[in-house]
């Protein structure tokens, strides 16, 4: 077992990142973080081909020990960069 330490966005939010990957946070992965009560902003990059998997945590609607994450699936049909909206 291992555990990931993540910075908390706005007091809202955490990017949980790759949770498939032992690197959850790579930074030639993440980009432009923006973050706001009501949403939070992350720019993706990937490789065409590759599906990327993200998740995000919004502590503000948390209790204690019941943490629902956030996922989604982005898929790369080209090289580049896109932005996700939790």
């Keep these: 077992m291992y555990a990931v330490a993540t910075p908390i966005y706005e ?49 503000a609607s948390m209790q204690p020990f019941h943490v629902v994450p956030v996922c989604k699936e982005i898929p790369f049909l080209e090289d580049g960069t896109t932005t996700v909206s939790f």
């Design 11 to 59: 007091e809202t939010w955490a990017l949980l990142g790759e949770t498939n990957k032992y690197t959850t946070h790579a930074s030639i992965r993440f980009k432009n973080i923006k973050a706001s009560k009501e949403s939070f902003l992350v720019d993706v990059i990937g490789v065409k081909g590759e599906t990327v998997h993200v998740c995000a945590v919004k502590i």
